[in-house]
């Protein structure tokens, strides 16, 4: 049996900023220029929530997903509550990119 790798925060901090640019990244290429969005990160006790706002109407904000503690993706229920089961991993070696569409987290996890 293979040791379980052990993550640190500065692990998880760094995997979930490579994730949320590159979840950016492919937002804004299906989008027009009028309509591209910025994403933000807010931190809770538990959760990642995080936020996209679009860059031409800052007002205008939407939770894009969110991400636990041990770096599981999650679709929004609400804005202050994840859906129930995972969509991905920002550690996966994907960085996450399959877990998420341009307008949030996949719809069913397959």
């Known amino acids: ?6 993550r640190t ?4 901090e760094s995997a979930l900023e ?5 979840a950016e990244t492919n937002a804004n290429k299906e ?6 969005v910025t994403l933000t990160i807010e931190r809770g006790r538990r959760y990642c929530r995080v936020v996209s706002a679009y860059t031409k109407a800052s007002d205008q904000r939407s939770v894009f997903c969110f991400v636990d503690q041990d770096g599981t993706i999650l679709k929004a229920e609400s804005w202050k509550k994840p859906a129930k089961g995972a969509r991905g991993s920002i550690f996966n ?7 998420v569409t341009a307008y949030g987290a996949i719809y069913f996890a397959r």
């Not at 925060?9 to 998880?12: I, L, V």
């Not at 490579?18 to 590159?22: G, N």
């Not at 989008?31 to 591209?36: A, F, H, P, R, Y």
């Open 93 to 99: 070696t994907d960085k996450g990119a399959g877990a």
């Open 9 to 12: 925060p500065a692990d998880f």
């Open 18 to 22: 490579a994730f949320v640019r590159l």
């Open 1 to 6: 049996m293979a040791p379980e790798t052990t």
């Open 31 to 36: 989008k027009s220029e009028l309509n591209q």
